[in-house]
């Protein structure tokens, strides 16, 4: 099993910045992509941003140019460098990750119990 734990959440001003973590733990044989998912009040869930084992990136329009996805693969970490906030991206952010346990098993998709963001003065 895989477990994804997310930190690096709370209340920021718009304009500010914040950085989310995400670290996988558990029996790890390895990780392709890995995500963040936000879901706003009232909103379904949509995609933030994703970055594969290869360090290709991917953004909602919505993010770009504000926001930086990255990854530590010795650390099986990945953060989301938040900039230029704005009250939108408020929601509650979550990470997932595409794992397997071991090198015959497919890949299974994990997610974290997410970190809740707030932007607001």
């Known amino acids: 099993q895989v477990q994804l734990v997310e930190s690096g959440g709370g209340l920021v001003q718009p304009g500010g910045s914040l950085r989310l973590s995400c670290a996988a733990s558990g029996t790890i044989f390895s990780i392709s992509n890995m995500g963040w998912y936000r879901q706003a009040p009232g909103k379904q869930r949509e995609v933030v941003a994703s970055?594969?084992?290869?360090?290709?990136?991917n953004y909602a329009d919505s993010v770009k140019g504000r926001f930086t996805i990255s990854r530590d693969n010795a650390k099986n970490t990945v953060y989301l460098q938040m900039n230029s906030v704005k009250p939108e991206d408020t929601g509650v952010y979550y990470c997932n990750a595409f794992a397997r346990s071991r090198g015959t098993s497919p890949y299974t998709i994990y997610w974290g119990q997410g970190t809740r963001v707030t932007v607001s003065s």
């Open positions: 970055i594969t084992d290869f360090g290709i990136t």
